[in-house]
């Protein structure tokens, strides 16, 4: 089994990326062998300053590192880095329907935040099949707001398959019910885009405090609280915390008697000890960047190879040869 997934260097990583994509993708690691890479082509569609794609794109890798992505078993590398997706990417946006794009609920979302939509930015899925099936992937684990691309690279595959005959493996992606939506400290999905984000890494005074002003509701400490499943610190703290202290304090809360800034110092406390050790070994990576350097150009390689032999598969079928 083939597994690929890619993020992309836009901001610091946070709880959503983490749950979403990141831990999933690092536990099917055991399970197959696993293509993971820094999407730094697709950042381009929303970040436009030159300096900060390089530090996201370190930051991106040191994060992924630390928080147990093996590059002994992974194969890690930075998009850009296998410029055959490019091509690929050129050859199926001649078989993609303008309307699969237009239904994207994604880029529709951005254009009602009011992002002046660029043609990347509309074309963004089809580069994202590009790099899914330019390495014949099988296994596709993201979050929820990314299935939706997933399913029109299926789309585009099968439309390829039917016009040139076989050539593309139909992935699937891979979407784990309990963290699909991760949600922000406003309740909201969290998001770069939301400014609702609790990072992976941080200053710790500047991440208490955002914890400590999620949003609550005004009700008293005393009042038993029978919708406590539905309180976001409640949300947080199950990711963070051992299945038994998530389900005292839900318990503590539903029966009335546990104050909301109580709630947030524990889901704090668990929240810094669960990244504990990630940010040790994220501190041992920063202080040694060769080896992280190493690790990208490593990847690269390996993943070039696969992807000129598909990238050469589909120019034949196509009459590129
Ligand atoms: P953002 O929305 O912060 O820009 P990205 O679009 O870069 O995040 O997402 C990278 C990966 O993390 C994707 O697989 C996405 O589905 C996942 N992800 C992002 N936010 C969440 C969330 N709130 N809950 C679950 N998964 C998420
Ligand atoms: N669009 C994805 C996101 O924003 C990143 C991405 C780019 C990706 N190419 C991919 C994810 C291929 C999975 C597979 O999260």
Redesign the pocket.
């Known amino acids: 089994m083939r597994i690929l ?1 890619g ?2 260097p ?2 610091a990583l ?1 709880l ?2 983490y ?3 990141m831990r999933p993708a690092i536990e099917l690691q055991e399970q197959g062998e696993a293509y993971y890479f820094i999407a730094n082509y697709h950042s381009m569609t929303s970040l436009f300053d030159a300096a900060e794609r390089r530090k996201n794109t370190l930051d991106v890798a040191l994060d992924f590192l630390a928080c147990g992505l093996d590059p002994k078993k992974s194969i890690f590398f930075r998009q850009s880095d296998v410029p055959e997706v490019t091509e690929l990417s050129w050859i199926l946006t001649t078989l993609t329907p303008m309307s699969l794009l237009e239904k994207c609920h994604s880029y529709k979302d951005k254009i009602a935040k009011g992002v002046s939509p660029n043609h990347g930015l509309f074309a963004y899925p089809v580069l994202m099949a590009a790099d899914i099936l330019i390495y014949d992937s099988n296994v596709v684990p ?5 299935k939706q691309h997933v399913e029109v690279t299926r789309d585009i595959a099968v439309k390829f398959n039917e016009q040139y005959g076989q050539t593309f493996v139909i992935p699937e992606p891979r979407i784990r019910d309990e ?6 400290t406003d309740g909201q ?5 939301y400014g609702n ?1 609790i990072e992976i890494f941080g200053d710790e005074k500047a991440l208490r405090k955002k914890i400590m002003s999620l949003t609550m509701d005004s009700r008293s400490p005393q009042e038993p609280k029978p919708d406590a499943e539905k309180n976001l610190a409640i949300q947080l703290l199950k990711l963070v915390a051992s299945a038994d202290v998530a389900k005292d304090f839900e318990a503590r809360l539903r029966a009335g008697g546990l104050g909301y800034g109580d709630l947030k110092k524990a889901l704090f406390e668990n929240y810094w000890n669960y990244f504990a050790e990630a940010r040790t070994k994220r501190a041992e990576l920063a202080a040694n960047l060769d080896y992280v350097h190493n690790v990208l150009a490593e990847g690269a390689g390996k993943a070039r190879t696969l992807a000129q032999s598909v990238l050469k598969r589909a120019k034949l079928a196509s009459g590129l040869d």
């Open positions: 997934s993020i992309q836009s901001g946070h959503g990326n749950f979403g994509m993201v979050g929820r707001d990314q963290v699909a939506v991760v949600p922000g999905k969290m998001s770069k885009s984000t």
